[in-house]
């Protein structure tokens, strides 16, 4: 059996069906009630004003709570949680309880998909763990991330039913990080969620919900304080200073402690720690990122206690248990030296005979010191010079290929056009034509970036670039102009819906190309936006994979690394869309929303046309 909601909006009349909403409007003249050439007083508008807000609050909650009941049955549990919660997060303006109902189901729901979950295969490298323990990249995390927006209580919590690893200790436990990588399952969803407030300008809320996981110095932490210093320094300066105080007095703190907080001060979004067999471990931002420029008192408080720590006396090698062992600390030292040479001085000279100690203890040690770990920053012309001297030792037509492979990337992220020469030396054509579309869509997307629309479009024509590259260039081309060339930005759009129907390897990213389009044309052609919607939906109806905020990703492997551009997914996805087409044509969006087939994309619009609903 169907219920059926009836709610008048304005002047006409909804009636709902569920599971998949169905929508009928009984039209009816604007002001048919009034005598003709009667002017309505102002009260009388308010009035009118009120009510169509009061039916638009109504046709909103159901909305979402025919979506969150149908949410309830969704056969893809990963689904169910996320819908749930996104349906908490609309109504929470208007309806605590009910949103505090969503978030609990969508909690629950998010429970059952986690731990029904295949366990990682146990080769999984040490790295790939590590990554997903610290991006803590699971439905509750996503909940959590949600709830925390509007009720800290309940997102706490959520986070204290979860344990540890072992099952014993409840999720509030600040247990040590036993790599000097990785917080705890609890404190990695905890610093997750607070990052995303940081990101929507939250940032007392952001502080206060990460506060319980600042008091260990993870990447996720440090990440967390340095993410805080580009919103308000004064801020994650002062929990910068607890924790170097807590590192002080922590008798367990060793040599990955000190690597750690040296992140936040020199070397934002590069933290990297190492293990006692002389492996490391890392991460690293894109692009260059200059270090922060520290109050002099907090940078010598930084060399204060990295002296303490790393000038504690050594125990035999048969009693290290540091995280970093002997040969990890070796590393660290090393690492650092340079600084405390320009710093601290005196700290300097007790260290290098520190690193003395510790390098003589071995003969076979071979110690870590690549030019990442040691967050070296080469110029054009050293990566140059670099890639020439392996070349001339190269013994073979493959082994020069890869050499100029990762120095064309390399110099690509830098901006240097060089990159393209060497890329064009590579011998093997498939592999010199999939380096030379890395390069051409850096060079794209560095003009975009920089808001270069016209040198954005020559590279864009030229390169040898993608057609699903191309249609997002020429779609963000489009936006970067001004209304004054109303004409040129529709060319452009028309160039990229031609690129878009050329893409026919994947429906989804189909989907993703026009719906970025569609956002564009609706900045200067509605009527074509709305075609372009329905392009949209004809290609979400043939991606079973389409959740309406997809982004089409690319790689490529160099010796010096993978390294990923994705695009799409601008100006809030499919759901970004749908917000602007509710406001001018309610009717039409709402039919547009039903006709989408899959259930992921149709909650999107759905909960995208009841926010537009609320936010009148």
Request: cysteine-free; glycine content about 6%; hydrophobic content about 40%.
């Amino acid at each position: 059996m169907r219920a059926i909601i009836t709610i008048r909006v304005g002047t006409a009349v909804l009636l709902l069906t569920s599971p998949l909403l169905t929508f009928q409007f009984e039209s009816r003249a604007q002001n048919a009630s009034r005598p003709r050439n009667e002017t309505p007083t102002s009260s009388g508008v308010e009035t009118n004003n009120d009510q169509r807000q009061n039916q638009n609050r109504e046709f909103a909650v159901a909305l979402v709570t025919t979506l969150g009941n149908e949410a309830k049955s969704y056969k893809d549990m990963n689904l169910r949680p996320r819908v749930l919660a996104r349906a908490g997060d609309v109504i929470w303006a208007i309806d605590r309880a009910a949103a505090v109902r969503l978030f609990r189901q969508a909690w629950d729901a998010a429970e059952t998909a986690d731990t029904e979950k295949v366990p990682p295969k146990t080769d999984t490298p040490a790295m790939v763990t590590a990554l997903g323990r610290l991006d803590a990249r699971d439905l509750r995390s996503e909940v959590v991330s949600v709830v925390a927006r509007h009720d800290r209580a309940l997102a706490d919590e959520f986070l204290a039913k979860l344990k540890n690893a072992s099952g014993t200790e409840p999720a509030t436990d600040s247990k040590r990080s036993s790599d000097g990588w990785t917080a705890n399952d609890a404190m990695a969803k905890r610093l997750r969620a607070a990052a995303g407030l940081l990101k929507e300008g939250q940032v007392e809320s952001a502080l206060a919900f990460a506060g319980p996981a600042l008091n260990q110095v993870t990447a996720a932490s440090i990440a967390f304080l340095s993410d805080l210093r580009e919103k308000n320094a004064e801020l994650a300066d002062r929990s910068f200073a607890a924790l170097l105080t807590r590192a002080e007095l922590d008798p367990l703190a060793d040599a990955n402690t000190i690597s750690g907080l040296s992140t936040y001060a020199f070397t934002p979004g590069f933290y990297i720690t190492f293990s006692a067999d002389g492996g490391a471990l890392w991460s690293q931002p894109n692009g260059e990122t200059p270090p922060p420029n520290l109050p002099p008192a907090l940078r010598a408080r930084f060399f204060e206690v990295a002296g303490v720590v790393l000038l504690r006396p050594l125990p035999p090698p048969e009693q290290d248990f540091t995280s970093s062992g002997r040969r990890g600390k070796y590393q660290v030292i090393k690492r650092l030296l340079p600084l405390f040479d320009q710093y601290a001085p005196d700290t300097a000279v007790a260290l290098h005979a520190q690193l003395t100690a510790l390098g003589g203890n071995s003969a076979n040690d071979q110690m870590f010191d690549s030019e990442s770990a040691n967050r070296a920053a080469p110029t054009p012309t050293d990566l140059i010079e670099k890639m020439q001297f392996h070349v001339d030792r190269a013994s073979t037509s493959k082994e020069r290929d890869e050499i100029y492979a990762a120095t064309a990337v390399r110099l690509a992220l830098k901006g240097d056009l060089r990159a393209r020469d060497i890329a064009g030396r590579i011998d093997d054509s498939a592999r010199r034509a999939t380096v030379l579309q890395y390069v051409d869509f850096e060079f794209v997307r560095a003009a975009i970036q920089k808001k270069q629309p016209v040198e954005a479009a020559r590279l864009a024509k030229s390169g040898e670039i993608a057609h699903a590259q191309r249609a997002w260039a020429y779609s963000r081309i489009a936006g970067l102009l001004p209304d004054s060339q109303r004409q040129n930005a529709l060319d452009y759009l028309a160039d990229a819906a031609n690129e878009v129907r050329h893409v026919d390897s994947s429906a989804r990213d189909r989907a993703v190309l026009w719906v970025g389009v569609t956002r564009r044309l609706l900045t200067f052609d509605h009527t074509l936006a709305w075609e372009t919607a329905n392009e949209a939906v004809k290609a979400a109806n043939q991606a079973e994979n389409f959740t309406g905020y997809n982004l089409i990703t690319f790689s490529i492997g160099t010796q010096a690394g993978i390294k990923f551009t994705q695009i799409g997914g601008e100006d809030g996805g499919l759901g970004g869309f749908f917000q602007i087409l509710a406001a001018e044509d309610l009717y039409r969006t709402v039919n547009l929303a039903k006709s989408l087939s899959q259930d992921a994309p149709r909650a999107v619009a759905t909960l995208a046309i009841a926010s537009s609903l609320l936010n009148k």
